[in-house]
């Protein structure tokens, strides 16, 4: 979401949504070029009607709101959010999806929570051909502004498009593609803007995590992953303007949206891109390749080893070891987000109560036998703290993944194997 990149159309060096280091200086070059010309515009504008009504409607400077309908990337699940501002002699888009992949250290930096986007100029043209040559649907929203209104929102975003201010910290809830434009808008417009929350909010879209999962249905092990890394912070009750950090989300919203208590925040809509309407996903993972089904034969595999491991009196504690080798290389992206990641939603996380990098004490230490007792006291400190994490998600405290509890169930089995089977050798 609100990682598209606007290039000129005949770029070839456009790489999955991401820009290569040429099309990184094309792209900022042109955007200070644009941005020269866009302020000229826009003073030459507004000295040119200073003396009209700001009640006057239908001429001077129009401020749309542009909605790309969800892409196949993973990125592009929610869609994307433009504001397009046409004068007389412009027709360009602010785009705050802009961020340059190959930047160092770009993937670590990320997932601590320190990604940096920017606001580019695009022209409209170029904005609009990415998404025709994809198939991705584009609608654009005429805003209801003032000329006064408009001339504030322009004078925004001309002073947000400078080299020193065109940077932001990215937050995927509460800061970006979507959030942005709606903030300038709403800045513009005195921050009167106000959302019909009943007709908009549906029954499980009510926290950004149930959002979330309407655009990632067919990407289940996608979801899987936001559910490991992201805590409770994601599940809390939101309200419309929260649930707006999805641009899908806020194009629904603003169509039934109103400046103060009465004016209607979009005059028009109508579709720039031809496309489907819920735009070129891919189609459902198949019921076999999903985190449940990995899961369940995880848990399979669990019985079958507790089966043949009691019934043959042996422990194998290559089997052991291997399960929390995973387990705790997944503790510690856990304890790396609760504990050092800026992420807001990323803690607390009640998962780490069981995922935690304790984990990685039973490979160390399953195959020496002098520290048997202090593996069975971890197994059982283990079983503790699984059923405490089912006893704090079962209060609402945190939502979690349907595929967890077959997991948790296959944890629980391996701790009591090696309970079970070492129970005589600390008799």
Same mark, same amino acid.
């Given at each position: 979401m609100g990682m598209a990149v606007q290039a000129p159309r005949t770029r070839n060096h456009v790489i999955a949504g991401r820009l290569t280091p040429i099309s990184s200086l094309t792209l900022m070059f042109k955007s200070y070029c644009l941005t020269l010309i866009f302020a000229l515009a826009?003073?030459?504008?507004?000295?040119? =009607?200073?003396s009209l009504p700001d009640s006057c409607h239908g001429s001077g400077p129009t401020v749309s709101l542009l909605?790309?309908? *969800?892409?196949? +990337?993973?990125? =592009?699940?929610e869609g994307h959010s433009g504001l397009r501002i046409r004068t007389d002699s412009l027709d360009i888009v602010a785009n705050w999806g802009l961020f340059d992949f190959s930047s160092p250290n770009f993937v670590y930096r990320f997932v601590k929570g320190e990604t940096d986007y920017?606001? $580019? !100029? @695009? /022209?409209?043209? /170029?904005?609009?051909? =990415?998404?025709?040559?994809?198939?991705? %649907?584009?609608t654009e929203q005429t805003l209801n502004l003032t000329r006064g209104q408009s001339l504030r929102l322009i004078e925004l975003v001309l002073t947000?498009? %400078?080299? +020193?201010? %065109?940077?932001?910290r990215y937050n995927y809830v509460l800061d970006n593609c979507a959030t942005r434009p709606l903030r300038f808008i709403e800045m513009a417009t005195g921050d009167s803007v106000r959302f019909d929350s009943k007709a908009q909010i549906t029954e499980g879209t009510t926290t950004f995590r149930n959002v979330m999962r309407r655009f990632h249905a067919n990407y289940p092990w996608y979801q899987f992953g936001i559910d490991l890394a992201l805590g409770? $912070?994601?599940?809390? #009750? !939101? @309200?419309?303007? +929260?649930a707006a950090f999805a641009p899908v989300v806020l194009e629904d919203l603003a169509s039934s949206a109103t400046i103060g208590d009465s004016i209607p925040l979009v005059t028009? &809509?109508?579709?720039?891109?031809? $496309? *489907? +309407? /819920?735009? #070129?996903?891919? #189609?459902? &993972? #198949?019921?076999?390749?999903?985190?449940m089904a990995a899961m369940l034969l995880l848990l399979s595999l669990s019985i079958v080893y507790y089966v043949t491991a009691v019934s043959r009196h042996r422990l194998y504690r290559g089997w052991q070891a291997l399960f929390f080798s995973v387990a705790g290389l997944a503790g510690c992206i856990v304890a790396f987000l609760v504990c050092i990641s800026t992420h807001e939603a990323t803690s607390p996380n009640w998962i780490i109560l069981w995922l935690n990098p304790l984990c990685l004490l039973v490979p160390l230490l399953v195959f020496w036998r002098k520290a048997l007792k202090a593996v069975r006291i971890y197994m059982i400190v283990n079983i503790t703290m699984i059923i405490l994490y089912g006893i704090t998600c079962g209060f609402g405290t945190q939502s979690i993944n349907l595929a967890f509890l077959p997991m948790a169930l296959a944890d629980i089995i391996m701790s009591i194997t090696y309970l079970r089977l070492t129970r005589e050798n600390t008799d």
């Open positions: 826009v003073c030459l504008t507004a000295k040119a =009607q200073l909605t790309a309908d *969800p892409g196949p +990337e993973i990125y =592009q699940l920017c606001l $580019g !100029i @695009t /022209d409209f043209n /170029d904005f609009i051909y =990415q998404y025709m040559v994809r198939g991705r %649907r584009v947000a498009a %400078r080299p +020193e201010n %065109r940077t932001y409770s $912070g994601i599940d809390y #009750p !939101i @309200t419309a303007r +929260e028009s &809509t109508r579709i720039l891109s031809p $496309g *489907p +309407e /819920d735009g #070129p996903i891919l #189609p459902p &993972t #198949p019921w076999y390749l999903t985190p």
